[in-house]
């Protein structure tokens, strides 16, 4: 599966973006999707993620209550909104699937559980 991120840019603090992750195939949809983050001389760091049911997600403290995952199973597509952006959230953002589908263990932070990396969308926050 290729995922395909998009959204990203430049906004100012308090603002907010919407993320996207466009799968290739209909097959994303038995898959937990999840989006980690990746600052400047910083590691990879998970932001959230979503069951493949949709039904369930799971975020880091850190943006619990101000990003949001869904996603579109019609349109393969998961999302990330992202609302009152801090500067410390400027980073670039990709997409991910679990390694295994039909999985519950869409809490699961480990960056080697997930597959096919987008390219990263850069989301930018100025103060």
């Known amino acids: 599966v290729q995922l395909q991120a998009s959204g990203g840019g430049l906004v100012q603090a308090g603002g907010s973006l919407r993320l996207s992750c466009a799968a290739s195939?209909?097959?994303?949809?038995?898959?937990?999707m999840a989006w980690f983050r990746q600052a400047p001389g910083k590691e990879r760091e998970f932001v959230g993620s979503i069951s493949w049911t949709g039904g369930s997600t799971s975020y880091i403290d850190t943006v619990k209550g101000r990003f949001t995952i869904s996603r579109d199973t019609a349109k393969s597509t998961v999302y990330l909104q992202m609302n009152s952006l801090k500067p410390e959230d400027t980073a670039v953002y990709y997409c991910?699937?679990?390694?295994?589908?039909?999985?519950?263990?869409?809490?699961?932070?480990?960056?080697?559980?997930?597959?096919?990396w987008g390219q990263g969308t850069l989301v930018t926050v100025s103060s």
């Open positions: 991910a699937r679990h390694q295994t589908s039909r999985n519950y263990d869409y809490r699961t932070r480990v960056a080697g559980r997930y597959r096919d």
């Open positions: 195939s209909p097959i994303f949809s038995t898959y937990s």
